[in-house]
């Protein structure tokens, strides 16, 4: 038998302190590695979920990593990792990163997992295939840590990757955030902060020094800081002070306004050197990287500079990431961009500019050239100044190519201004559509409605409708691709007539259209009710038949014929008194036509047009009938049971199935429909119409010895609404 781990300390005494932090550079893609696997920890990859969960495998991890069986201990290293890993290649990204952490350390593999392990045990996670005696442990000696929240979980896991870069200032952040709480639990967070106390002590000494320093004094001290500290802001500042060139010298890096409010920065190449540009500005806490700026090149862009700010920018010489020497730094440029987004649109003898301006942006100078086709009579220069806005109007010009130079005015520090470089775009006046100066809607002889009217010559005629109360008004310019879908079911000078499928009220435009311009026209009002919905009739007692359907949309009325007999109702009575017809036992035929709307003015304009609508059909078939009453015995002094009901069917149509018939049982309150209760007894319509008077014991259910309690039955499936249903009297549902 293998000896567990403390077996001659005991467990206890053997356990010593356990991590808070990872403290491994891998461990951010460890985890996504992980997560993509399903694994809650990293060490559930050593081992097969089956033997796991048996106990034929588990893992080992106080007296270092291994893998255990229940007669043999054997401890995991970079070797043993990868072999698992070439046998596993569900888990290979797992076992490969675990064995790269081993090579660094042997003793962190042992710190990573212990890390992922606490967490879980202490919210009380089983099946992690880890050794029983250690996980019991752990358990425990969880529940005495410090507990991470997700900010210092995200600043414990930060600090091995921020160390690796050498972001000291930001591994002095995260150590303040975990707090000293954790910083005494934990004895090598405690040594790295004591560490990092000494470096950080240094550099501010250093710092100190450089600043009563010569300038290649001062340059060594902080490039002395940035190579222990590469994220010292105050070595960088110093650094770019020594490079900046004296009042009146060519800046060594160029940096020019650019295209799209971006800034282009150039200096002298020096084959084989790296660069790292930084951008500064007044405002800002840090100077911060251009995007993008790295390599050996010597020219960058800054695509997105502070708008309005005088910016500097320095280029680093840099060796593995270290500046090697002062930077080379830019005059300071204020950053004026160019408007964005200029649009021109055109309509009947007229440009129309429009553009997006920039922040501090506080003047617009507009220069309008043309006819680009050459000189005449029409060509002329426009010249015109805009505060604040974004948007022009040209008026008064002849058909033909149009250029527009556009120029921005910011304002300086000095109370001048500085133009921006500017932006050109050319633009055509183009001929445009006639316009339609009346439309009318006439209902057809067979039903729908037909669309005529006057203009729109050599035009395309559209109709279309438009958000309530949006509608353009007649002679306004549009764009085509702007336009409303047309109405698929309108055609302006179609002779048949056409109706919508659903109820339609409201506003038809007409829009006349060449090309990508739009003239918008008059409009009509219609009325279309909507058509009656999914018809069906219920027959009742002595020849009524009550119909029932889904109440057409928009109309006010409905007009019900048969043969022998007509019924005009509105929406209110059929809502509180429903549509009942005296059509007798036999099978009829009724029609439902939706009525049109009474012609109406619309607020003095013309009176909105009523568009007519076919009717839909029903067929009531033969009066059907199903009976149903409940048989008692006396159980006690006063009390009656119902044992058995007895169903009669009659009437019914032999070719149609009849419905089923459900007996539902509830406490206290009578049933309302099928689903409001307990389903006792089912017949089926088969069973119904094979026998026209049948008993059906009731099943033995205790809830019928205990009253109070109700019973009713209901008819269920097609062609349930065309049977009637005759219920006993309600004292004979009622059990009490």
């Not at 200029?342 to 553009?355: H, Y």
């Not at 060449?514 to 999914?534: H, N, S, W």
Request: hydrophobic residues 40%; aromatic residues 4%; proline residues 11%.
């Amino acid at each position: 038998m293998r000896r567990g781990f403390g077996e001659q300390l005991g467990l206890p005494g053997a356990l010593g302190s356990l991590p808070l932090a990872p403290l491994a550079r891998e461990y951010k893609e460890l985890t996504e590695s992980q997560l993509a696997a399903g694994l809650r920890y990293a060490g559930e990859a050593l081992t097969v979920a089956q033997e796991a969960s048996s106990g034929e495998a588990f893992v080992s991890v106080l007296d270092g990593v291994a893998l255990c069986t229940p007669r043999r201990r054997r401890l995991v290293d970079e070797a043993a990792l990868l072999s698992l890993a070439d046998a596993r290649p569900s888990h290979a990204p797992v076992l490969r990163l675990l064995a790269g952490i081993r090579r660094h350390d042997p003793a962190l593999l042992r710190r990573v997992l212990l890390y992922q392990l606490l967490p879980l045990l202490r919210q009380g996670a089983t099946g992690l295939g880890l050794d029983p005696a250690e996980a019991g442990l752990l358990a425990k000696a969880a529940r005495t840590l410090p507990v991470l929240d997700d900010r210092r979980r995200a600043a414990a896991e930060a600090l091995a990757p921020l160390w690796s870069r050498r972001r000291l200032r930001a591994c002095a952040r995260a150590v303040a955030a975990l707090g000293p709480d954790v910083l005494r639990a934990d004895p090598r967070l405690a040594d790295l902060d004591a560490r990092l106390r000494r470096l950080l002590d240094d550099c501010d000494r250093t710092l100190a020094a450089a600043a009563g320093a010569g300038p290649d004094r001062a340059e060594a001290h902080y490039l002395r800081v940035l190579s222990v500290a590469s994220d010292d802001d105050g070595a960088v500042r110093g650094l770019v002070r020594l490079g900046t060139p004296p009042s009146g010298d060519r800046a060594p890096l160029e940096a020019r306004p650019a295209d799209g409010g971006r800034v282009a920065l150039s200096w002298p190449a020096r084959p084989g050197t790296h660069w790292r540009v930084l951008r500064d500005a007044p405002g800002h806490d840090r100077p911060v990287p251009v995007p993008g700026a790295t390599g050996t090149a010597s020219t960058a862009v800054d695509a997105d500079p502070p708008v309005g700010l005088r910016v500097r920018y320095a280029a680093f010489p840099v060796r593995d990431g270290r500046p090697t020497g002062a930077p080379l730094v830019s005059d300071p440029l204020l950053v004026a961009p160019d408007a964005e987004e200029l649009v021109l649109d055109d309509g009947p003898g007229r440009i129309t500019a429009r553009w997006r301006r920039p922040r501090n942006a506080c003047t617009a100078v507009l220069t309008l050239t043309g006819p680009a086709t050459g000189p005449g009579p029409g060509a002329a220069t426009v010249r015109h100044s805009a505060d604040r806005t974004g948007e022009h109007v040209f008026t008064g010009l002849e058909p033909g190519g149009y250029t527009l130079l556009l120029t921005l005015r910011h304002p300086s520090p000095d109370g001048g201004t500085v133009d921006s470089p500017g932006v050109r775009r050319t633009g055509t006046v183009h001929p445009w559509p006639r316009p339609l100066t009346a439309l009318t809607a006439a209902p057809g002889p067979d039903g729908g409605v037909r669309f005529t009217g006057h203009g729109g010559e050599g035009s395309e005629v559209r109709l279309v409708t438009w958000p309530e109360g949006t509608a353009p008004a007649p002679g306004t310019e549009l764009r085509t691709a702007a336009l409303p879908a047309p109405l698929p079911w309108a055609r302006y000078g179609d002779p048949g007539g056409a109706t919508p499928d659903e109820a339609f009220t409201g506003l038809v435009s007409a829009v006349t259209v060449l090309g990508e311009r739009a003239l918008a026209g008059p409009g009509v009002r219609l009325d279309v009710p909507g058509p009656v919905g999914a018809p069906r009739a219920v027959r009742e007692a002595g020849g009524q038949v009550r119909l029932l359907f889904d109440w057409p949309a928009g109309a006010g009325a409905v007009h019900a014929a048969w043969d022998g007999g007509e019924l005009r109702i509105s929406r209110s009575r059929y809502v509180r008194e429903g549509l009942r017809l005296p059509l007798g036992p036999g099978p009829r035929h009724v029609t439902l036509r939706p009525l049109v709307p009474e012609a109406r003015p619309d607020g003095g304009a013309a009176a909105t047009v009523g568009v007519p609508r076919a009717p839909a059909g029903v067929d009531v078939p033969g009066e059907a009938v199903v009976r149903y009453r409940l048989l008692t015995r006396r159980r006690g002094l006063h009390r009656r049971v119902p044992y058995a009901v007895e169903v009669s069917a009659h009437g019914h149509d032999p070719d149609v199935p009849l419905p089923a018939l459900v007996l539902v049982h509830r406490d206290t309150v009578r049933p309302r429909h099928a689903e409001d209760g307990t389903v006792l007894l089912r017949i089926d319509g088969a069973a119904l119409a094979a026998a026209p008077l049948q008993t059906r014991e009731l099943p033995p259910a205790p809830d019928l010895s205990r009253p109070p309690y109700a019973l009713r039955a209901f008819l269920l499936g097609d062609g349930a609404g065309a049977v009637r249903l005759e219920e006993p009297a309600l004292t004979t549902l009622v059990v009490r």
